[in-house]
C-alpha cells in the first residue's frame, strides 16, 4: 500500500533536482537535431537571383508572388511562408540553381499573417520597353542570357544595348507615345520590336 507512494515521492524528488526531460522549444534550438534533406523555408540570395520569376511559376501553392513596379522599375518576389508547404520545387527549378534554397528554419508564429516575418522577398531591377512601357525582365535576367549564348548575344538589340548600357553614361530613353525609326536601336518589348521590324509602323 505505501510502497508506490514512497516510490512516487522518490520519483518526485528526482525530478526536482535533474535536469528537465523538456526543451525550450523554439527559443533554444540546440537540441533540435534535423536530418541532411530537411526541406525548412525558402530564402532568396539577392546576388545569385536573377529575377526570372520561374520559382513563382512552378510554386504550387501559388507561395510566390511577382511584383512588378514599372515606375521605380523595380520587380520585388515574395514568399508567403502562411502559404509554403515547404516542398522544394522552387529551389529545384530556379534556372540559376542557387537564387532561392531551402533553409532548415521550420518555426513559424505571427499572430499577424500579414506580419514581416511571414515574408520572404527580394528586389532586382526592371528592363522596361523605352517605347510602351511594358515589363521586358530582369536586367540581372538579360545578363544571365547574355553570358549562356556567348558571342550569338550581340544580334539581339536588347541584349546588346544592355550591354553597352554598363559602359556608358547614357541610361535607357523615356517611353514615348509613337514609335520612331530609331527605335531600331532601342530596348523594346517582344510587341513593339515586331512592330518596328515586320509592321514597319513609322
Ligand atoms: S517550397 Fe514549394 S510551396 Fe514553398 S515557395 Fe517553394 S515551391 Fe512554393
Ligand atoms: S533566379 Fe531562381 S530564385 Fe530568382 S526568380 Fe529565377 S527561379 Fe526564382
Known sequence: MWLPKIRELKEALGSLFSAPYTTKFPKDMSAVDLPDGFRGFP???????VGC????????????DV?????KKIRTLRVNYNQC???GQCEEKCITKTGITLTKEFTLV????????????????LAVCEVCGAVIGCKDHLAWI???LGAKAYAHPNLLL?????????????????????DQIKMVC?????????ADEF
Do not use: H
Not at 530564402?43 to 537571383?49: E, F, L, N
Not at 505571427?110 to 531591377?125: G, M, P
Open 53 to 64: 520569376g520561374t520559382c513563382a511559376q512552378v510554386c504550387p501553392t501559388r507561395a510566390i
Open 146 to 148: 547574355k553570358d549562356r
Open 190 to 198: 517582344a510587341k513593339c520590336r515586331y512592330r518596328i521590324v515586320v
Open 67 to 71: 511584383i512588378d513596379n514599372t515606375k
Open 110 to 125: 505571427v499572430t499577424d499573417l500579414s506580419d514581416s516575418s511571414a515574408f520572404e522577398s527580394v528586389e532586382k531591377e
Open 43 to 49: 530564402r532568396y540570395d539577392a546576388s545569385a537571383c
Open 162 to 182: 544592355w550591354t553597352q548600357e554598363q559602359f556608358s553614361q547614357s541610361g535607357p530613353a523615356e517611353v514615348k507615345d509613337r514609335i520612331r525609326r530609331e
Open 85 to 87: 508547404m515547404n516542398c
